[in-house]
């Protein structure tokens, strides 16, 4: 016998069998009944979601490529009193129906796909959602039921929020979600993404006991989500009470501070600082909030330690806690201020740019053990940042800075497009030629001083602060220098020989001093002193005049004073060596110049200049007396003065 007839005869069978089924299928559209399978999905998406489901639409069937239902025009929930629109409707539900049972004349679904669905979330002034009664009825039914959830899935969904309570109002966009929840007892998956202002969400979850959020019992969660601005994980409990809350680990970093604050509404600014962040460790989350009993936080490579509350109820999210570093690297933030001056530029006219505090509202009490700012180093450092309404105000309660120890408070006022700052700060014993030179640019005097500082000022860059500052300055130090130039070599060479080149010592070397005390005043950006006064063993140096702060040039006067020793008494007649002179130019390289009126007068060599002038003024006068005898006018034409730098006249030559 051949083996062709076999298989001949069993391909005619199952090709038999196949059209048989395909007749089958193929009539199964036409004798469903339609409001059966109408009324059996109203029913069961009602149950499952706790809220009356209406459609619209028509009904379709269809065989390939699986066997399925199709609904058009589907809503959620009731309709709104103002408008009858629903809070959630669909342009179509897909359902999987189930072969078998329909067989059997049962119409059965296995899962269901919501096909474009728009959701929207209406929260009123009191925090009343138009989804609490839906919700409500949903808990309920689940604990009655106390069975699973068909497989549910959400494909190219949107949704809107108008929260009236927080003022916030975002759209969702992009949303394909995937639910599967076998059985009460059964763990539920969730899965999918969406889109939020411009950026992709994937989110990850498993349930472990559904079941127990709709009887107000934790159930574990552990959940993974990823974006551009932000990703992380939470492993933890959730709990549905009252409200919804979950404790556990959660992570969240991302490679931009600034581009998160960007992501969920806020005006950061532009700049080099808030990069890269991470927040570690034990969290509370509620609807609203998160509250890190214990945390880990690092900005921009700096690492804290402390407790943290992040609330976003408000307009703007806020930031509560208390953080202590190890080092802090706080340059990138005064790069963003602008603040320091531009080499040979004069301050920086660039705006102030405060948008990335004024963006959130900050409660937070800092700490470090060594703080970094550009050159400048601090020790053991605590401060407290307030910011509220774009009003930020820094105390620095004690700051371990430059041999010494620094507190002060700093406020800063928006006032239309500039700003209001009042600073005021206390320095003990700290190091003048540090602090003044890393913070002003100005390295000319040393020594150890005690400051205190008042100012104020009003305007959008630090050379409109500069130019408005007002207030008071009082400085006391001991054992230091000034330098750029060497007082009691320039005096003892003048004393010697008035006329002669001063030299490399004006614009050199040191000028050691005991003691320097000095009360400068400020008005309008000109800074002015009446004391100022430098003791040392044997110089004394006592200086007035004005400082330009917009231009940072001085315009100051003094007298030096060589003081006679044991070893060098005075003879008959003579006193100290006193020297006026003036001081000029720019702060950062001054000219220091003797009063050359006084070394004329000291020179003899400058003899026959005194005697020149003399002379002159005793010619004049006699011819006006002649003039005046005789009845003339006097000469109406003065002889021309001579100048003090006059050269001698010629010598005639020898025969």
């Given at each position: 016998m051949s083996l062709a007839s076999p298989i001949r005869r069993l391909v005619i069978v199952v090709g038999a069998v196949t059209l048989a089924l395909a007749g089958v299928l193929a009539l199964v559209p036409l004798l469903l009944p339609t409001e059966t399978v109408r009324r059996t999905v109203v029913t069961e998406l009602s149950e499952r979601l706790g809220m009356p489901?209406?459609?619209?639409?028509?009904?379709?069937?269809?065989?390939?490529?699986?066997?399925?239902?199709?609904?058009?025009?589907?809503?959620?929930?009731?309709?709104?009193?103002?408008?009858?629109?629903?809070?959630?409707?669909?342009?179509?539900?897909?359902g999987a129906l189930r072969l078998l049972p329909l067989l059997f004349g049962n119409v059965a679904v296995s899962d269901y796909t919501l096909i474009r669905p728009s959701i929207s979330v209406q929260v009123a002034a009191d925090g009343a959602s138009n989804w609490d009664k839906s919700f409500e009825r949903l808990r309920e039914k689940t604990r009655l039921r106390r069975g699973g959830l068909t497989d549910f899935r959400i494909a190219d969904g949107s949704a809107t929020v108008n929260d009236l309570k927080t003022?916030?109002?975002?759209?969702v966009t992009g949303i394909e979600f995937a639910v599967s929840w076998p059985g009460a007892d059964r763990q539920a998956n969730v899965s999918g993404k969406l889109t939020v202002n411009g950026e992709q969400l994937e989110v990850n979850a498993i349930v472990a006991r559904p079941q127990a959020l709709f009887i107000a019992e934790p159930t574990g969660l552990k959940m993974r989500f990823a974006s551009g601005p932000v990703r992380g994980g939470f492993d933890g409990s959730l709990t549905n009470g009252d409200t919804v809350t979950a404790v556990g680990a959660l992570t969240l970093e991302g490679a931009s501070m600034r581009n998160f604050l960007r992501w969920i509404g806020q005006n950061p600014g532009i700049g080099p600082s808030l990069g890269s962040f991470a927040l570690k460790g034990q969290v509370e989350v509620l609807p609203n909030s998160l509250a890190f009993t214990k945390v880990n936080a690092e900005l921009d490579g700096n690492v804290a330690d402390g407790a943290l509350m992040v609330s976003f109820a408000g307009e703007r999210p806020q930031i509560r806690g208390t953080l202590d570093a190890g080092r802090f690297v706080a340059t990138t933030y005064f790069r963003d201020l602008n603040l320091t001056p531009y080499a040979g530029r004069g301050w920086s006219r660039r705006p102030i740019d405060l948008s990335a505090i004024s963006s959130i509202d900050l409660d937070l009490r800092v700490s470090a053990r060594e703080l970094i700012v550009g050159r400048a180093q601090f020790g053991r450092s605590a401060a407290a940042l307030n910011a509220r309404n774009g009003r930020v105000n820094v105390t620095l309660g004690e700051a371990l800075a430059y041999g010494g120890v620094l507190s002060g408070a700093l406020v800063v006022s928006p006032s239309g497009e500039s700003m209001d700052v009042r600073a005021s700060m206390t320095v003990?014993?700290?190091?003048?030629?540090?602090?003044?030179?890393?913070?002003?640019?100005?390295?000319?005097?040393?020594?150890?001083?005690?400051?205190?500082?008042?100012?104020?000022a009003r305007g959008g860059s630090m050379a409109e602060l500069a130019r408005t500052t007002s207030g008071q300055i009082t400085l006391n130090a001991i054992e230091g220098a000034v330098?750029?130039?060497?007082?009691?070599?320039?005096?003892?060479?003048?004393?010697?020989?008035?006329?002669?080149?001063?030299?490399?010592?004006?614009?050199?070397?040191?000028?050691?001093?005991?003691?320097?005390?000095?009360?400068?005043?400020?008005?309008?950006?000109?800074?002015?002193?009446?004391?100022?006064?430098?003791?040392?063993?044997?110089?004394?140096?006592?200086?007035?005049?004005?400082?330009?702060?917009?231009?940072?040039?001085?315009d100051m006067r003094g007298i030096a004073t060589l003081k006679r020793t044991a070893s060098a008494a005075p003879r008959p007649g003579e006193g100290d060596f006193e020297l006026p002179f003036v001081v000029q130019g720019s702060w950062d390289d001054p000219f220091i110049l003797p009063d050359p009126q006084i070394l004329i007068r000291r020179s003899g060599a400058a003899a026959p200049l005194r005697d020149i002038t003399r002379d002159r003024d005793a010619l004049r006068a006699v011819l006006d007396a002649i003039n005046r005898q005789a009845g003339f006018d006097s000469d109406p034409a003065p002889l021309p003065p001579i100048s003090s730098y006059t050269p001698y006249p010629p010598i005639p030559p020898r025969n």
């Open positions: 489901v209406s459609i619209r639409g028509d009904i379709a069937v269809s065989v390939l490529p699986q066997f399925s239902i199709r609904l058009a025009d589907v809503r959620f929930g009731e309709g709104d009193a103002a408008t009858g629109e629903p809070p959630a409707r669909a342009d179509a539900v897909v003022g916030r109002h975002f759209a003990q014993r700290g190091q003048l030629a540090l602090g003044l030179g890393e913070w002003f640019g100005f390295r000319r005097l040393d020594g150890t001083a005690n400051i205190q500082l008042g100012l104020e330098y750029g130039f060497n007082a009691e070599a320039i005096l003892r060479r003048l004393e010697r020989r008035p006329l002669s080149v001063v030299g490399a010592d004006a614009r050199s070397g040191r000028t050691p001093y005991e003691r320097v005390a000095a009360t400068v005043r400020i008005v309008g950006g000109v800074a002015t002193t009446t004391d100022m006064l430098l003791e040392g063993q044997m110089v004394r140096v006592s200086v007035e005049g004005s400082a330009q702060l917009p231009t940072r040039e001085l």
